[in-house]
C-alpha cells in the first residue's frame, strides 16, 4: 500500500473530526459518562475497553462533545485506527505524522486532547503514548477490543499512568432509555409493567448492543450476525494468525449452544475432537476479545478453582440466540445468561457453587450493592481462619435464577440457595423468576423470590 502523505492524513482527519461540522446525535449512557468525566480531572490517559461495537466510539464522541463547549472543537483530535485508508502497517511513525499534520493545519498551539480509537492496531502505540503523556504533548483516551490491551509490557510502559474502564453492551436499564422508556422507582415499574416486559422479550432475544437496539426488528439477527463474524476474522483470525475460520467458529457455536453448563478444556476437545491446545489457544483468544466469560467453581483454593470444571457466559444473549438454538428452546439459560451479565456489570467477582449434592447458581463477592446478604460473625471468623482467604473477599450475595418456579422444581432450587447462605453466613438469597413475587423462610434463611425485570432495574429493595 502507498505511504500516506501530509495531504491523504489530512484528507482522513477531516472526514473523522468535528471541525467544521457539528456532532450527531446519541442516546448517553450517564454511567459511562460520569465516570469519564470523573477521570478525566485525574489528567491520566483514560482507556476503554471492550468488545466491539459495545459503544466504545460513541462514548468517546459524546465526550468530545462535552469538552467542546469549554475548550473548543480545534483541540479535540480524534483517530479512527480502523479507517482502511490507513496502512496495515500503522506504527509511531504514523503517529507522528498524524499529529504533525494536526497541529500544522488546525491548532498549532492549542492545547490537545487526542482520542485514539481502536489503538491495539498500531504496532508500539504505548511508547508513543508515554511519550505524549510525560511531555505533556496531549490528554490522550485510548480504545481497544482486547482484554489484554494493557497486559505485560504495555501495562509496565504505562503503568500508574492511566485510568481503565470496561465498556459492555447495553445494561437493560439503559435499553429501556435507548427506547424512550424511563423507570426510576417502583411506580414507574407497576405503571410501565407490561411495557417493560415486552421490551425485556426483546432484549432477552437480541441482546444490547447499542446500534442493534436501535435498528428495525428484521435487520437485528442480520447485524448480530455481522458483528460475530467481524470479531472472529479481525480481532482473532487477523490478530492471532488462525488459518482455520470454520474450525473457530465450529468451537464458538458450541460454546453458545451449550453456555451456563458446567464444562472444561478436556470435554471441549473429546465433543469437537480437536486437539486440546487448540482449544486451549482459541478459548484464550474469545475471552481476550470479550466474546465469553468463565465462571469457576467457588473455592477458598485457588488451585482447586482452577481445577475445577468451568462454565462460560456469552457477552450478549444477542449472540446466543444468532448463532446457536431458536429462542424459545431454552429460555432458563437466557434468565442465568443475563443475571450473569448483569451481576459482572455490576462490579462482582462471580463463582458458581456445587458442595454436597446441590448447586448455587451464583455466590458474589463484592459489597456495596442492595442486594448484597448480611453475614455473620461465626461466617466470617471461619473465613478467617482459612490461609487462602483474603481480607474484603467474603462473599455478599447468593442468587438461582430459575425461568419458571413452580412445585417440581421449588425445594431444588431453595435447597441449593440455603446451602450457599449457610455456607458463608448469609440472612438471606434470591431467586430470580420470570414473575414471582414472594418472601419465605427455609433453615432460618429468608429467600426473597423477585422477577428478573425488578432485579435488573435494582428496585430488589422496593418490592
Known amino acids: 500500500m502507498q505511504e500516506l502523505t501530509k495531504l491523504g492524513i489530512a484528507e482522513i482527519l477531516n472526514d473523522w473530526?468535528?471541525?467544521?461540522?457539528?456532532?450527531?446525535?446519541?442516546?448517553?449512557?450517564?454511567?459511562?459518562?460520569?465516570?469519564?468525566?470523573?477521570?478525566?480531572?485525574?489528567?491520566?490517559?483514560?482507556?476503554?475497553?471492550?468488545?466491539?461495537?459495545?459503544?466504545?466510539?460513541?462514548?468517546?464522541?459524546?465526550?468530545?462533545?462535552d469538552l467542546a463547549h469549554s475548550v473548543g472543537k480545534e483541540a479535540l483530535l480524534y483517530?479512527?485506527?480502523?479507517?482502511?485508508?490507513?496502512?496495515?502497517?500503522?506504527?509511531?511513525?504514523?503517529l507522528d505524522q498524524i499529529f504533525e499534520t494536526y497541529r500544522e493545519t488546525i491548532n498549532p498551539e492549542g492545547d490537545v486532547y487526542i482520542f485514539l480509537d481502536e489503538v491495539q492496531n498500531v504496532?508500539?502505540?504505548?511508547?508513543?503514548?508515554?511519550?505524549?503523556?510525560?511531555?505533556?504533548?496531549?490528554?490522550?483516551?485510548?480504545?481497544?477490543?482486547?482484554?489484554?490491551?494493557?497486559?505485560?509490557?504495555?501495562?509496565?510502559?504505562?503503568s500508574g499512568r492511566y485510568l481503565q474502564l470496561d465498556v459492555y453492551p447495553l445494561t437493560f436499564r439503559e435499553f429501556l432509555s435507548f427506547q424512550n422508556v424511563e423507570c426510576?422507582?417502583?411506580?414507574?415499574?407497576?405503571?410501565?409493567?407490561?411495557?417493560?416486559?415486552?421490551?425485556?422479550?426483546?432484549?432477552?432475544?437480541?441482546?444490547?448492543?447499542?446500534?442493534?437496539?436501535?435498528?428495525?426488528?428484521?435487520?437485528?439477527?442480520?447485524?448480530?450476525?455481522?458483528?460475530?463474524?467481524?470479531?472472529?476474522?479481525?480481532d482473532i483470525l487477523a490478530r492471532f494468525r488462525i488459518r482455520n475460520f470454520?474450525?473457530?467458529?465450529?468451537?464458538v457455536e458450541y460454546l453458545l449452544t451449550n453456555d451456563t453448563k458446567q464444562n472444561s478444556i478436556n470435554s471441549i476437545t473429546r465433543a469437537l475432537r480437536y486437539n486440546y491446545e487448540t482449544v486451549e489457544d482459541y478459548m484464550d483468544y474469545l475471552r481476550q476479545v470479550y466474546m465469553v466469560f468463565e465462571l469457576r467453581n467457588f473455592n477458598y483454593s485457588l488451585k482447586k478453582q482452577l481445577l475445577s470444571d468451568t462454565k462460560y457466559y456469552a457477552i450478549d444473549t444477542g449472540f446466543v440466540n444468532a448463532v446457536s438454538f431458536s429462542f424459545s428452546q431454552n429460555i432458563g439459560r437466557l434468565y442465568e445468561n443475563v443475571v450473569f451479565n448483569e451481576l459482572m456489570r455490576r462490579g462482582k467477582t462471580i463463582f458458581f457453587l456445587n458442595e454436597g449434592g446441590y448447586e448455587c447458581d451464583f455466590v458474589v463477592q463484592g459489597g456495596g450493592g442492595l442486594e448484597d446478604g448480611a453475614q455473620?460473625?461465626?461466617?466470617?471468623?471461619?473465613?478467617?481462619?482459612?490461609?487462602?482467604?483474603?481480607?474484603?473477599?467474603?462473599?455478599?450475595?447468593?442468587?438461582?435464577?430459575?425461568?419458571?418456579?413452580?412445585?417440581?422444581?421449588?425445594?431444588?432450587?431453595?435447597?441449593?440457595?440455603?446451602?450457599?447462605c449457610r455456607k458463608f453466613g448469609l440472612g438471606k438469597g434470591y431467586i430470580i423468576t420470570e414473575s414471582t413475587t414472594k418472601t419465605v423462610k427455609e433453615d432460618g434463611v429468608e429467600i426473597r423470590v423477585v422477577p428478573i425485570t425488578v432485579f435488573l432495574l435494582g428496585l430488589v429493595d422496593q418490592v
Open 17 to 65: 473530526n468535528y471541525w467544521n461540522r457539528d456532532f450527531e446525535e446519541y442516546v448517553p449512557r450517564t454511567e459511562y459518562l460520569n465516570k469519564i468525566r470523573r477521570f478525566r480531572r485525574s489528567g491520566e490517559i483514560i482507556v476503554l475497553t471492550g468488545i466491539r461495537r459495545s459503544g466504545k466510539s460513541t462514548l468517546l464522541k459524546l465526550e468530545m462533545q
Open 79 to 94: 483517530i479512527n485506527f480502523e479507517d482502511a485508508r490507513f496502512s496495515e502497517a500503522l506504527d509511531t511513525w504514523t
Open 123 to 158: 504496532d508500539g502505540w504505548e511508547k508513543w503514548v508515554r511519550t505524549a503523556y510525560e511531555l505533556k504533548k496531549a490528554k490522550i483516551y485510548v480504545t481497544g477490543s482486547s482484554s489484554k490491551l494493557l497486559s505485560g509490557e504495555i501495562a509496565t510502559s504505562i
Open 184 to 234: 426510576k422507582n417502583i411506580i414507574d415499574y407497576s405503571a410501565k409493567k407490561i411495557e417493560i416486559h415486552r421490551l425485556f422479550t426483546e432484549y432477552l432475544r437480541y441482546g444490547g448492543f447499542p446500534r442493534v437496539a436501535m435498528v428495525d426488528e428484521d435487520l437485528k439477527k442480520e447485524e448480530l450476525l455481522s458483528y460475530f463474524h467481524t470479531i472472529l476474522l479481525k
Open 246 to 251: 470454520e474450525k473457530l467458529k465450529k468451537l
Open 376 to 420: 455473620n460473625d461465626s461466617a466470617q471468623e471461619d473465613v478467617a481462619q482459612n490461609d487462602s482467604a483474603q481480607e474484603g473477599n467474603f462473599v455478599t450475595g447468593a442468587y438461582q435464577v430459575c425461568y419458571d418456579l413452580n412445585e417440581q422444581n421449588m425445594q431444588r432450587e431453595v435447597s441449593g440457595l440455603v446451602m450457599a
